[in-house]
């Protein structure tokens, strides 16, 4: 086959199909409320899961640059799931909503290698502030010391999170 050329706004939005079909195909599992959803495989009878990484790994488009956005989506979740262990669905979320906003931003006249540095500038200027919730206690606690945060393609974590909690006054604690 020959390699097929695209330029400007038409593949843009063709990339951005990819993602979209992708990202809308894996943001019905997130949260508790999430759906299950059943895959078709080619070997073996259909699986049913909730797991927003498996839901990605199965996908595959027809056009080429539309698979290539879904891949680059496909490759967040797969690099979440690696490092983080979760958070695949919302990260997911996340790269679709980056992506629509960049392409937004460069159809409108922007420069992309200033959008690309100002998402690389976040991986070292993002603070997470965990405020403990009263009743959720040790396993709110253990939810929020790991956190990873996938920008700009590298995952960076931020472990061992002091427990914001423990500056509070005895009397706001129940």
Request: glycine fraction near 10%; avoid cysteine; aromatic fraction near 2%.
């Amino acid at each position: 086959m020959a390699n097929r050329i695209a330029y400007g706004d038409a593949s843009r939005q063709a990339v951005l199909r990819g993602v979209n079909s992708l990202a809308n195909a894996v943001k019905v599992t997130l949260g508790p409320k999430g759906r299950n959803v059943i895959l078709d495989r080619t070997f073996g009878s259909p699986t049913i899961t909730k797991d927003g990484v498996t839901v990605a790994k199965e996908i595959d488009l027809k056009d080429p640059i539309e698979n290539m956005g879904a891949q680059m989506v496909k490759e967040v979740a797969s690099r979440t799931s690696d490092v983080a262990g979760d958070g695949t669905t919302p990260a997911t979320v996340l790269a679709q909503a980056i992506y629509r906003e960049g392409a937004k931003n460069v159809t409108a006249g922007a420069n992309p290698m200033a959008i690309r540095r100002g998402i690389n500038k976040l991986r070292g200027t993002i603070k997470v502030a965990a405020v403990k919730a009263p009743g959720y206690g040790d396993r709110r606690t253990a939810m929020l010391e790991d956190v990873a945060v996938l920008t700009g393609g590298r995952a960076v974590i931020i472990s061992r999170i002091p427990d914001a909690g423990a500056d509070a006054s005895a009397g706001d604690r129940p």
